[in-house]
C-alpha cells in the first residue's frame, strides 16, 4: 500500500516569496491533515480536512497560510508571503475515519522549507 | 485541554541494555495514546498506541509501551537496544472525541533523541 505522497521535499524560498506544498493521501483515507514542525518542537496541527470541508483549522495563520483539498483527494498548502519564522518541516498526514479518536495517522515524510 | 509531556530531550543507551522514553499526558477522559519515531531527514513513523484493553502496548520492530492510568504515563520501552534505534522519539495524546462535532487534535510532545551508543 502506497503511503502519504508529499513534494517537494525541499525549497529554500526569500522572505516575502510564496510556496506551495502538494500532498496526495493514503487511497481511501478520508481525513488528510496539515502539520508544522520547527525545529526542536512537536508537530503541530495547521489545518484538518474531512473529505473535501474543513474540520479544524484554528491554528492556520489564516493572513499568509492557505489550504485546500477541492476533489476530496490530493490538497494543497501555500505560504504567502513567506516569513523567517515559517522555516519548518510541513508534514501532510492521512487517516481512515474521522469518528474514532483511536484511528491511526499516518504520515508522508515531509516538505523541509527555509526562508532565508 | 489535552497535554503530554516528555521530561528528557536526551535519552543514552548502550547497545544490548534495556531502554526507556518517558512520557505523560493530561487529558479529560480516556485517552488515546500514540508513540511516533523520526529518522533524520525522515517523516513521523508510527510505532504504536494504547485505546484499551491490556496496558501493556507492543508495536513495531520490539518496541513496547506500558499505559499507566494512575500515574498518567505512557513509557515506551525495549528490552534490548540496538543502534538503529537512535531516532527522534514523539509521544502524543488525543481525547475522546467531544459532543458536537467539534474536533480533538493529536496533540505531540517536544520528542526525545534516543542515542545508542555501540
Known amino acids: 500500500e502506497a503511503g502519504v505522497a508529499q513534494s517537494p521535499r525541499y525549497k529554500i524560498i526569500e522572505k516575502r516569496q510564496s510556496v506551495a506544498f502538494w500532498c496526495n493521501p493514503i487511497?481511501?483515507?478520508?481525513?488528510l491533515y496539515w502539520y508544522q514542525q520547527i525545529l526542536g518542537q512537536g508537530p503541530k496541527l495547521l489545518i484538518q480536512f474531512q473529505n473535501n470541508g474543513v474540520v479544524d483549522d484554528s491554528q492556520l495563520p489564516k493572513d499568509r497560510f492557505s489550504a485546500e483539498r477541492l476533489k476530496g483527494v490530493d490538497s494543497t498548502l501555500k505560504i504567502q508571503p513567506a516569513k523567517l519564522e515559517d522555516s519548518a518541516v510541513y508534514l501532510c498526514?492521512?487517516?481512515?475515519?474521522?469518528?474514532?479518536?483511536?484511528?491511526?495517522?499516518?504520515f508522508g515524510e515531509g516538505s523541509w522549507l527555509t526562508v532565508v | 485541554a489535552q497535554s503530554v509531556a516528555q521530561p528528557e530531550d536526551q535519552v543514552n543507551v548502550a547497545e544490548g541494555n534495556p531502554l526507556t522514553v518517558k512520557c505523560t499526558y493530561s487529558v479529560s477522559g480516556n485517552p488515546y495514546l500514540f508513540w511516533y519515531v523520526q529518522y533524520p531527514n525522515r517523516g513521523l513513523q508510527f510505532l504504536l498506541k494504547y485505546i484499551t484493553g491490556d496496558n501493556l502496548v507492543k508495536g513495531s520492530y520490539g518496541f513496547e509501551a506500558e499505559f499507566n492510568k494512575s500515574q498518567t504515563s505512557f513509557h515506551l520501552k525495549k528490552p534490548s537496544a540496538l543502534v538503529s534505534d537512535s531516532a527522534l522519539y514523539f509521544c502524543?495524546?488525543?481525547?475522546?472525541?467531544?459532543?458536537?462535532?467539534?474536533?480533538?487534535?493529536?496533540?505531540f510532545g517536544t520528542g526525545t533523541l534516543l542515542a545508542v551508543q555501540p
Open positions: 498526514a492521512s487517516s481512515s475515519v474521522r469518528g474514532s479518536a483511536g484511528n491511526t495517522i499516518y
Open positions: 487511497s481511501g483515507h478520508a481525513t
Open positions: 502524543a495524546v488525543r481525547g475522546p472525541l467531544p459532543y458536537g462535532g467539534a474536533t480533538n487534535k493529536l496533540i
